[in-house]
């Protein structure tokens, strides 16, 4: 996330290989719809990109 801030380009890909199947999983069981799956993933990781300035720093982002 700080290198996506910082305007790497790369890193939002890196993010996607690292994390999609995981988001995919929790989106899949979040919602019933199984054809928009794909299309909130997308929309995740976009906004991943679009809030990385403001991202603190932690290690990790899920709920305590």
């Known amino acids: ?3 996506l801030a ?7 890909g890196e993010l996607y290989d690292r994390y999609h199947e995981p988001v995919r999983r929790f ?3 979040a919602t019933s719809d ?3 799956v794909d299309d909130l993933v997308h929309a995740t990781f976009l906004a991943a990109a679009t809030s990385a300035a403001r991202y603190d720093g932690r290690d990790c982002s899920r709920p305590g």
């Open 1 to 3: 996330m700080t290198r």
């Open 6 to 12: 910082g305007g790497e380009s790369g890193a939002l």
């Open 27 to 29: 989106i899949a069981r």
């Open 34 to 36: 199984a054809e928009d």
